[in-house]
């Protein structure tokens, strides 16, 4: 797509999964614990179930990265929140080798946000955002497997925007009519918070680098409580649940006032 190549997206998503189950059955990743117990049976009795439920965390994880890409530090800052927080588990837990990955990364985004944000000189591309989503996915299921005191639910509070936007956006296009769950459109809640700004400060780019700073903000004010409870399960499973139930209602909001 960077290189002008036009892929229609039921092409482009055939070749990510090829890729994608390459690289999961080529670095052997799988998940151990998904907090869900019959799931957990499926995951361990049947290599193909794991193979696909694996490739769908990967699938939403990059799918996601790629679909908030596009506004000034939106991507960038939303992926430095997850990975200092991945850097810091690594870091008390004595994971040294995923320690050293994820510091260059971070250190990688600093660099790239002083030219992204809050004006745009370098943009991430669909190939930085497939980056940027596929070593998320990467770095937390690596995490997740060092330290299995920490509940699974947990990373679904890390991770919850980037998997929820694309599974929301999904169900969305579905039940609406004339829309293909596929093809993207301008009604994503980044989006709806920007044509909100916008006609209200009539600032184009203020409004653009705007909508990154509300969003970011809810965001790490919203993990909070899950990093301080992080190791119970019970707790997690249900933030989680309330996370999502939040974003719903903000959804509604700003495609009303939209």
């Avoid at 320690?99 to 985004?109: A, N, R, T, Y």
């Avoid at 990373?155 to 579905?174: A, M």
């Avoid at 006609?199 to 899950?226: H, T």
């Avoid at 649940?241 to 209602?249: G, N, R, S």
């Amino acid at each position: 797509d960077d290189l002008k190549v036009n892929l229609k997206p039921k092409v482009s998503l055939g070749l990510m999964i090829i890729f994608l189950v390459f690289l999961v059955q080529h670095n052997n990743f799988y998940v151990e614990n998904t907090g869900v117990e019959f799931i957990n049976y499926f995951i361990q009795s049947s290599n193909i179930f794991s193979l696909i439920f694996i490739c769908l965390c990967f699938l939403f994880m990059i799918n996601g990265a790629n679909l908030i890409d596009g506004y000034n530090g939106l991507l960038g800052i939303h992926s430095l929140i997850i990975l200092i927080n991945l850097f810091l588990i690594n870091y008390f837990s004595e994971n040294t080798d995923l320690v050293l990955l994820l510091f260059g990364v971070i250190i990688i985004l600093f660099v790239f946000l002083k030219f992204n944000f809050p004006k745009a000189q370098l943009f991430l591309g669909d190939s930085g955002s497939y980056f940027l989503g596929t070593f998320i996915a990467v770095s937390a299921i690596k995490t997740s497997l060092a330290n299995p005191m920490i509940s699974p639910f947990y990373f679904c509070i890390l991770l919850y925007y980037l998997f929820f936007e694309v599974f929301f956006s999904f169900i969305r296009k579905l039940v609406s009519k004339g829309k293909h769950p596929l093809i993207p459109d301008k009604q994503h809640l980044h989006m709806l918070i920007y044509q909100w700004l916008y006609k209200k400060n009539n600032l184009k780019l203020k409004s653009n680098y705007c909508v990154s700073i509300i969003i970011n903000s809810i965001y790490l004010v919203s993990i909070i409580p899950g990093i301080l409870f992080m190791q119970s399960g019970m707790f997690c499973k249900y933030y989680a649940i309330f996370l999502i139930f939040i974003y719903t209602v903000s959804y509604r909001i700003a495609y009303k006032k939209e």
